[in-house]
């Protein structure tokens, strides 16, 4: 078959399928067609004006008599003067003070059967080849009612012809022609792919609009694009378009007015919301719901939330039956007005329906109101709960919480109510299961209440509570269609090492976790200024050399520092080297960071009078302004933070998981000009990196876990078998509790503290058990959703989650910060280790542990370190000492005990006891003074050597008795 002929029969195949199976007629040109410059069908549009608007053509009729068909189409085109074709179509248009509609949309709730009627009557043809000016053919025109709504250019793949060739006949066609500014969307696609423009003119008008990374059809023998002419092109998606889905963005002092038509994942989301939720309201008379919708960074998230919000505010059951009385759309940007509120103040329809709460005092006023939809922030969401709890008013309302990223904060840590001991020099954890809005979402639940959660990369806790994605729009899609750079496709490379050395011996080092001890010592020499000097000339050259010149000169870069002490270092250095440099182009420096009291001066450190802010000005406002060019950020801008003119990345700070998808993804932006990214980490942390963004890159990689009831009896159990705690040490501090008698409270906790202490004499154990009831909280916060706990176990509980904390004193971090005054670096280099490319590796789907740092078992010693070779490139001597100390913790009775003993609870093993297994295996490096091994980030972080030979032990003995198969 010859080219032209196989891209024929694919059109014929086509539009068959629209005549077939939707029912379309075809249109003839020289009947149908008036031979204008509009390409309106003049006699099919009138013949709908006449049979669904019979009484106002009368009207019409009577002062224009046979002349009134020409007055509707004068009125028409020079109504297209003003606005496009589709707002007309929606809006209707006036002919001598007589108002017409040019289509009726699908009635949002069953008022009547008037309503069902005149959308019926709405007509789609199909004119295939339609001659144009210039002697010119599109391959096929949709029309509705008479008029063009949808152009369509195919190609054929194995006539050597693609997609990209119907985009650039669309970009070389004469745009002056009406049938390319009438029609509301143009479709260019070949057998395999699609792209579409609501204004065909140019090539990056063209967006994609595929269902995933590869097509596939649904029928079998079908084309892969068959979801285009089975699906989008049905008559209710396409009359859902005109009365729903399209937005105009009216002229600005930047751009001239646009339109702007979804993406197919978009459609494909909200309409599955929408159909869900009612099919549950229709057959269970409840809208109770959990939905995770996990679209990427560029999905168009705020424009998504915006559909759903609109579409949902206008569902109905039957003609009587709202099925929400209120909708709270919650972002994560401390700043409506830039965003959610820019994008549904297109929504025009929706103007008096949308209020913003901007401060709590507004947003508790908006809820008394019973406002329809409430635009607000996350950190509100405390607020709003207790509003509708304790007013009885509320709580018969059906609501929705439309959420944008439920598990995180601006700052980058989520909020949680449970705190760990140390936790000032524990690793951070972004995807913290104790996530304070999914706690609060489990109390929450009830049969009145919608949640849908938007997010990037949820947790394991999100995905537990949420269940399964309802939708996916993947990082790997959103990198494949351009709508974000892949900043993870190769990174610079540096490792710090150090030396430290302290002249006064540290006093009571038995109460500090090793653990503890070298994340400070760690953490100390990051914020050595010797080593800060060397590091920002290192950035400053390959800003010069690398960056500058990115984004036509208007490249900015991300400093992350590794604390809020480092990150004023660094930003003093960087200032008066910039200054000293006299660059012949604006180059400025600011820097993010939450309030603090330096350890040192004792000074109050504050953002506004570090970087001059102006009284109410927003640090990010100020590094809008094309002068600023660098900000160095400590625990803050890391997520959450949207600036497109971002291209370059220096990392001080070790970052891995979540964290680290979260912390590069500040830059994948797309901006005009912005082809590339710069990302170079001086911490060593690149192969941690390029596993994170494998894990995420195809969307979660969790699966949801059963809520299991036995679990927590068991955890209970586990506690108790300590012996700590008499029944009546616990009725009387849950008495002084309840009763607000804190000193009698404190005082007998003090001691229950004292006795902890003589009970468990190392500190490693005193951790882990302070573990145990954090988890026994998280677990008991989870599963009380699903379970009725008696008296008795809530009350152990409630008494658990009174003394977790308080067991060890916090205090002792102060002390250890005393003692690390007198630790100096006695010797640091930064070696270079060149830019390491991402190969990208499909991700495997497993059950996550919620706060396991323990990787997934190995098989046997051999075979673990022969990986940790291929990934970390340790030496014979290391591999010999890694032997030597498994073998060795293998042959210890109290490890095996343990294990035999938890056997049937193996998340205990990984999540909790390895923390004390780890800790052995510390103490038999330092037996054999390799204490400096055992702080170099490849051992030492999480998932790293350490972590690993805790996990190969315990999953070797579990085999050893049986538990577990390789």
């Known amino acids: 078959m010859a080219r032209h002929e196989k891209e024929k029969a694919f059109q014929k195949h ?42 106002k053509l009368k009207a019409l009729q009577k002062d224009y008599g046979k002349d009134s068909g020409d007055e509707i189409i004068s009125a028409l085109k020079d109504e297209l003067n003003i606005k496009p074709l589709w707002k007309i179509m929606r809006d209707g ?24 009627k005149l959308y019926e009557q709405n007509s789609i043809k199909i004119k295939d080849e339609l001659v144009i000016k210039g002697d010119k053919r599109i391959d096929i025109v949709l029309y509705l009612n008479g008029l063009p709504i949808i152009t369509m250019e195919l190609k054929h793949e194995d006539a050597g012809q693609y997609l990209e060739d119907a985009v650039l006949q669309y970009t070389k ?70 009365s729903f889905y399209l937005v105009y963005v009216p002229k600005s002092e930047k751009n001239e007015a646009f339109s702007i038509f979804p993406r197919y994942h978009q459609i494909r989301s909200t309409n599955r919301l929408y159909d869900d939720i009612l099919n549950n309201f229709k057959t269970t008379n409840s809208i109770a719901g959990k939905y995770l919708i996990n679209h990427s960074a560029g999905s168009g998230k705020t424009l998504t939330m915006s559909w759903t919000a609109d579409k949902l505010h206008s569902l109905y059951k039957d003609s009587e039956n709202k099925a929400f009385d209120m909708i709270f759309l919650l972002t994560d940007r401390k700043s409506l007005d830039k965003n959610i509120s820019d994008e549904l103040g297109n929504f025009t329809h929706l103007k008096d329906v949308v209020k913003y709460a901007k401060n709590g005092e507004n947003l508790k006023k908006l809820i008394q109101e019973k406002s329809s939809i409430i635009v607000s922030t996350a950190q509100k969401f405390n607020i709003i709960t207790e509003e509708l709890k ?77 269940e399964k994605p309802f939708d996916v729009y993947s990082e790997a899609q959103a990198i494949h269609e351009e709508y974000i750079l892949d900043v993870a496709s190769n990174i610079i490379s540096y490792e710090t090492l150090f030396n430290m050395d302290s002249k006064i011996a540290l006093k009571n080092e038995k109460l500090y976790p090793k653990g503890v001890i070298k994340k400070a010592l760690q953490q100390r020499a990051y914020e050595d200024e010797g080593l800060i000097q060397y590091k920002a000339e290192v950035m400053l050259r390959i800003f010069e050399e690398k960056i500058k010149d990115l984004i036509n000169g208007k490249a900015k870069v991300m400093v992350v520092a590794s604390s809020r002490v480092a990150g004023l270092t660094y930003f003093k250095i960087l200032k008066e080297k910039i200054f000293q440099r006299k660059y012949n182009f604006p180059c400025k420096i600011l820097y993010a960071f939450s309030n603090f009291t330096h350890p040192q001066t004792n000074d109050t450190i504050s953002e506004y009078d570090i970087n001059d802010l102006n009284a109410g000005e927003l640090i990010e406002d100020r590094f809008e302004q094309d002068d600023y060019r660098i900000l160095v950020v400590a625990n803050k801008f890391q997520t959450g933070f949207n600036q497109p003119l971002l291209a370059g990345m220096f990392l001080d700070k070790s970052v891995n998981d979540i964290n680290a998808v979260q912390t590069l993804s500040r830059l994948n932006r797309c901006a005009k000009g912005k082809n590339e990214t710069v990302v170079v980490d001086f911490t060593n942390s690149v192969e941690k990196i390029f596993k994170a963004f494998n894990k995420y890159r195809e969307g979660t990689p969790y699966e949801p876990q059963q809520p299991n009831y036995e679990k927590i009896l068991e955890l209970i159990t586990q ?159 290391e591999a010999i000492i890694i032997r030597e100390i498994c073998e060795e913790k293998l042959h210890d009775e109290s490890i095996l005990t343990t294990i035999h003993n938890n056997q049937d609870d193996e998340d205990y093993l990984r999540v909790y006891y390895s923390s004390e297994l780890r800790a052995s295996i510390v103490r038999s490096y330092e037996d054999r003074e390799l204490d400096d091994k055992i702080i170099e980030p490849i051992y030492d972080d999480k998932g790293a050597i350490l972590d690993t030979m805790t996990g190969t032990i315990i999953s070797q003995e579990l085999f050893n008795i049986g538990k577990l198969r390789y």
């Open 14 to 55: 086509i539009c068959d399928y629209l005549i077939n199976n939707h029912k379309y007629k075809k249109l003839n040109q020289a009947n149908d067609i008036a031979n204008d410059e509009y390409y309106i069908a003049k006699e099919l549009l009138l013949e709908f004006i006449s049979s669904t608007q019979e009484t």
């Open 93 to 116: 248009f006036s002919v001598r003070k007589h108002e017409f509609k040019l289509f009726f949309p699908k009635p949002r709730s069953n008022t009547t059967d008037k309503s069902q």
């Open 173 to 242: 066609r004469n745009h002056k022609d009406k049938i390319y500014q009438l029609p509301f969307l143009h479709i260019a696609l070949d057998t395999s792919e699609v792209k579409v423009a609501t204004n065909p003119s140019s090539e990056s008008n063209f967006l994609w609009f595929n269902q995933d990374l590869e097509n596939k059809p649904i029928t079998d023998g079908e084309y892969p694009v068959e979801y285009m002419y089975k699906e989008v092109l049905s008559f209710d998606s396409i009359l859902s378009y005109l």
């Open 390 to 466: 304790e007013n009885s008013n509320l709580s018969k309302l059906r609501i929705a919480f439309i959420i944008d990223e439920a598990h995180r904060s601006q700052d980058g840590k989520t909020s949680t109510n449970v705190k760990s001991p140390f936790s000032e020099y524990e690793t951070e954890k972004y995807d913290d299961p104790n996530d304070e809005i999914v706690d609060k979402i489990e109390t929450l639940e009830n049969k009145n209440i919608t949640f849908i959660a938007y997010t990037a990369t949820p947790s394991q806790r999100t995905v537990t509570l949420f």
């Open 719 to 877: 506690i108790k078998s300590y012996k700590l705690f008499s029944d009546d040490i616990i009725k009387e501090v849950l008495k002084y509790h309840d009763e607000n008698s804190d000193a009698l409270k404190m005082s007998l906790i003090n001691k229950i503290r004292t006795n902890f202490n003589i009970v468990i004499t190392d500190i490693e154990e005193r951790v882990s058990f302070v573990y145990l009831l954090l988890k026994l909280n998280t677990q008991y916060q989870f599963l009380k959703s699903f379970f009725t706990f008696n008296k008795e176990l809530e009350n152990f509980i409630r008494f658990c989650e009174i003394i977790d904390t308080q067991l060890i004193k916090k205090g002792n971090e102060s002390e250890l910060l005393k003692a690390l005054k007198n630790v100096g670096l006695t010797k640091a280099n930064v070696i270079f280790h060149g830019e390491k490319k991402f190969e990208n590796k499909k991700p495997k789907t497993r059950n996550g542990g919620g706060g396991n740092n323990t990787p997934p078992p190995k098989g046997t010693i051999s075979s673990m370190l022969e990986d940790l070779k291929e990934e970390y490139k340790i030496s014979d001597e």
